[in-house]
């Protein structure tokens, strides 16, 4: 397995464990599972906050979404595909966002 690969496999890790943090540490302080309603309040503060979170929370979303609506709903496979396939790209790409700012600030080497 190449260097890139190996790096690619563990930005993916990262972000998914960062979303699954993010989304869990939302629900335990406001009792309420996170999901993409929260931009549905209007302009107000709290919606421009949800936006940074949602940025980071969004790959554990639409997984757990997804998941869920397989379950529910009797979606087909190939909905179910291209959407894990979403999240772990967006999961890569906030992984290595997250990756990168830890460098930057000499956490890690």
Request: proline fraction near 5%; charge should be positive.
């Amino acid at each position: 397995m190449t260097p890139e690969a190996l790096n690619s496999f563990f930005s993916i890790g990262i972000g998914f464990a960062l979303a699954g943090a993010l989304v869990n540490g939302y629900q335990a302080v406001a009792q309420r599972p996170a999901g993409f309603g929260l931009l549905q309040d209007g302009v107000a503060p709290k919606t421009f906050a949800a936006v940074p979170f949602l940025v980071f929370a969004a790959p554990f979303i639409i997984m757990r979404n997804t998941l869920r609506g397989m379950r529910l709903e009797s979606r087909r496979l190939e909905f179910v595909m291209m959407a894990t396939v979403i999240a772990g790209f967006w999961s890569m790409m906030s992984g290595t966002f997250f990756l990168m700012t830890l460098r930057a600030t000499g956490v890690l080497g």
